[in-house]
């Protein structure tokens, strides 16, 4: 199989396997968090090449679970108002405790309370905005930022 098939195999395996391109989702990391791809590789747990290789789809899934759970811990510390702001002490501090986590990953056990900070981060955003200013937000945020945009528009539709 050429190169070319290989890497769109793979892109298929990750959006099945992770909801989308693994690329997809850590450009809106070096994005929100204003590092370089070398360093949200090293806050991840993960060497600079393997990050690159999954994210151009030469490698089809990230193998450590660890390394996975700091992606979706990080992911998940863009709802903190601070960090969403773009204020560079919040995002530092983010990265920093991300890097310094030791999250154990088990079968019964995934260290991301999904479901608590999602609710906790939907009141929130309540509580801060109006529902019609949630759905705007969510419309321009839409191209760039798609998981957050659907937060802000279930945000604004629950409200």
Not at 30 to 48: K, N, P, R, T
Request: charged share 30%; hydrophobic share 45%; with cysteine.
């Amino acid at each position: 199989m050429d190169d070319h098939k290989i890497v769109q195999r793979n892109i298929a395996l990750q959006r099945e396997w992770y909801g989308e391109p693994l690329g997809d989702r850590v450009r809106r990391l070096v994005v929100a968090f204003d590092v370089s791809q070398a360093y949200l590789a090293e806050v991840l747990g993960i060497s600079a090449p393997m990050l690159s290789q999954v994210m151009s789809g030469r490698r089809a899934k990230i193998g450590n679970p660890v390394v996975l759970a700091r992606m979706i811990m990080l992911e998940r510390k863009c709802l903190i108002p601070e960090v969403a702001a773009g204020h560079k002490e919040a995002l530092m501090a983010a990265l920093e405790d991300v890097r310094d986590a030791r999250p154990t990953v088990g079968r019964d056990t995934f260290p991301v309370n999904a479901l608590s900070e999602e609710r906790a981060a939907l009141s929130v955003l309540r509580d801060i905005a109006e529902d019609e200013d949630l759905i705007e937000a969510a419309k321009r945020l839409d191209d760039d930022f798609p998981a957050l945009a659907d937060l802000l528009r279930r945000a604004g539709q629950q409200g």
